[in-house]
């Protein structure tokens, strides 16, 4: 019984308190920001971290959708004012955007993803712009190739294949972004 109280002594401590590595026993914290454009609302001298950000924008301006949060880096996301434009959508690995390609997006546009041949997407292949930041973009997962007997076979992420081993046991190969699961012993 005596463990269990000092483990959860010992976890209350963790939890209210976080200090910094650089300077051992100080409470992190993160300054007023100024926000361009913005105002916070009941304002106080620092923050600590976990602490959220209530703020405005001025007339005809739009803030992110996302409380800004303190952290041990910073606020996150950076609490910003602006129209509500995006600029350009994020790239992804293995895939392009189908549309043209602007410099910026108003609030509500969209753009849409493909992967290159043999990926798969996972995830929602259209992105939007809300607020001057882009929702979630998708990812293309690799395929897997097999030689066999000097021929290519392409499994796409998710697909599987049934093969016989060599020790006459059968096994079904399964593809999980460029590595095969279940191979032969």
């Known amino acids: 019984m005596r463990n269990i109280f000092t483990s959860l002594l010992i976890l209350a401590f963790c939890t209210r308190y976080c200090t910094s590595v650089t300077s051992p026993g100080k409470v992190l914290t993160c300054e007023v920001p100024h926000i361009k454009d913005g105002r916070i609302s009941n304002p106080v001298k620092e923050y600590n971290v976990n602490k959220t950000l209530q703020y405005s924008c001025n007339d005809n301006l739009k803030r992110s959708q996302t409380d800004p949060v303190c952290t041990a880096e910073g606020w996150k996301p950076e609490p ?36 290159k041949e043999d990926y798969v997407m996972e995830g929602d292949s259209v992105v939007k712009c809300s607020v001057g930041d882009w929702s979630k973009p998708p990812q293309c997962m690799k395929p897997c190739l097999l ?36 191979k032969c012993p």
């Open 80 to 115: 910003v004012c602006n129209d509500g434009r995006c600029s350009l959508p994020p790239k992804i690995d293995n895939g392009d955007i189908k549309d043209r390609v602007n410099s910026w997006y108003n609030d509500g546009a969209e753009v849409t993803y493909q992967c």
């Open 147 to 182: 030689t066999v007997q000097d021929k290519q076979i392409t499994l796409k992420h998710k697909e599987d294949l049934k093969i016989q081993c060599p020790d006459k046991k059968r096994t079904r190969l399964i593809c999980k972004n460029g590595e095969l699961l279940n």
